[in-house]
Each structure stands twice: as C-alpha cells, then as structure tokens.
C-alpha cells in the first residue's frame, strides 16, 4: 500500500518533502548561517558581472528590461486568474475547463521563463539593495512553491483524467490554493517596489 501511494503522488510528496524542508532550515536558523555568505554574490552581481554593468550604466535598457518583467508577471498573472476562475466556475462557464487549462498551460510556461530571465538582470542591476529585502527573499520562496505547486501537482493532476472524473472539491482547492499563492508571489513583488 505505502509502495502504491509513491508511485500516485511521486511529484506531491517531492513538492511536499521541499516546502518541509524550507520549513525546517527556516525553523532551525540554518538560513541566518548561509545568508551572510550570499552578499559578496550580490555585490559581484552588482558590480562585476556584464548583467548588472549594464543594468547600473544604462537606465533605458534596466527600464525595458523591468517593462517586460512586469508584462511577463502580468501574462503570467492572467494565465493563472483565467485558468483557476474557470475552474471555480466564475469565468469562462461555456469553455471546457480541460481546453482553457491546457490552452493557457505553454502561455504560462513561456511568461514564466521571461519573467524569471528578466528577474535575474533587474536583481543584478539593484543586487545589493535586493540583498537586505526581506520581502525580496519572500517573493523569491513564493515563486518557488508557486512554479512548483503549478507545475509538479496542480498541471499534473488536472491533465490526468477528465475534470469531471475528479472531485470537484479538488478542483477548487487547487484553484483556491494556486489564487492565493501566486498573490502572494504578486504582493511581494510589489512591495519591493515600496522599498
């Protein structure tokens, strides 16, 4: 039986096993001894590397850059309120859920790798800064569970069978859950706007 329960839920209790373990260094202070190692990192992104040479040199070419983050985040953003309102049932009701869920799944696959890309250059222009966010290291742990929960449990299981075949009380608790995630990764990235 428990041999039957890993092979189902492989990717779950992978993605269940990482978020657990996050818990646990957070819990343990093991973050408070890796973190003061990471800022010589920030500061060579910063500083040194072509990435942030540019983002610190050229404003217009930082300003673009952001420009297409923040559309990417907002693409990204969409993908995920069309496809978790169709599954609550709120949007879209004369659309197959399975067609609006696999529609959107390449367009958010390809906003999230933009949106990642163009992270990494508009972190590297302000590394320094970012480094002593608390709310960046936020969005950053937020992005991870969210992409994860997406793409290792909530794509997953809504490919697997027809929507109908699952209990619809799944159905909205991963809507549910995926809305909330990714506003959380959406308010921590405005917020370090105000910092």
């Known amino acids: ?51 942030g040479v540019i983002g610190t040199t050229y404003g217009s070419i930082y300003a673009t850059v952001e420009a297409v983050h923040l559309l990417s985040m907002a693409v990204l953003g969409g993908t995920v309120l069309a496809t978790d309102l169709r599954l609550l049932g709120v949007i879209f009701k004369d659309v197959p859920s399975e067609t609006l869920v696999t529609g959107t799944y390449k367009c958010f696959k390809i906003a999230l790798l933009m949106a990642i890309l163009t992270g990494i250059f508009c972190a590297a222009g302000v590394g320094d800064k970012v480094y002593y966010m608390q709310v960046f290291w936020v969005k950053m742990l937020a992005l991870l569970a969210a992409s994860c929960f997406m793409l290792f449990i909530k794509q997953p299981l809504l490919t697997s069978r027809p929507h109908i075949e699952i209990n619809p009380w799944s159905i909205r608790l991963l809507a549910i859950t995926s809305i909330l995630i990714w506003f959380t990764v959406a308010a921590a990235g405005r917020w370090i706007g105000f910092s």
């Open 1 to 51: 039986m428990l041999g039957s329960l890993f092979s189902q839920y492989a990717r779950t209790l992978l993605v269940a096993a990482a978020l657990l373990f996050i818990v646990l260094v957070e819990a343990l202070g093991m973050r408070e001894a890796v973190y003061p190692s990471l800022l010589p990192f920030f500061t060579w992104m910063r500083e040194s590397s072509w990435l």
